[in-house]
């Protein structure tokens, strides 16, 4: 990859994410964490075109929450150690999919539903609170 190739990538990143912001109109965007993977000039791409994705987020006015790859297998699978079949697998059966996505797909579908199963467990919890006794839930 030449030099001029990466941020003309990077770009079509932010472009490509900033038009699907104002043709959906999504109310939060959610984003898997980066992780150390063995070849870190891979590493440094991928937290390059994450910051391109948050970067377009944020100026699409949104909210950006991050989820590191155990929080989503946990809250998709049950298992913070699940493999990508095992995520495809889930993603589809609570998705009721046809057929098993992409597993580039189905990450990002993880991702969401676990943004999802957060934010219902955030709210259940508030409503808790209220229901305190000498500062304990009860």
């Known amino acids: ?66 989820y590191s790859a155990r929080q989503v297998k946990q809250s998709v699978v049950g298992t913070g150690a699940a493999d990508k079949a095992q995520v495809q697998h889930m993603v589809r059966t609570l998705l009721k999919l046809q057929a098993n996505p992409q597993a580039d797909a189905a990450d990002a579908l993880a991702v969401a539903l676990c943004h999802g199963h957060t934010q219902q467990s955030l709210i259940s919890m508030a409503g808790q609170a209220s229901k305190t006794v000498r500062g304990r839930l009860r």
């Not at 990466?6 to 965007?29: A, N």
């Not at 440094?44 to 909210?63: F, M, N, P, S």
């Open 1 to 66: 990859m030449t030099l001029g190739e990466i941020p003309d990538r990077l770009k079509q990143i932010f472009d490509g994410i900033s038009q699907i912001i104002e043709q959906t109109q999504p109310t939060v965007f959610a984003i898997e964490q980066v992780f150390m993977a063995r070849n870190p000039d891979s590493a440094l791409k991928l937290g390059q075109a994450r910051g391109a994705a948050i970067v377009a987020a944020k100026v699409g006015g949104l909210d950006v929450y991050e």
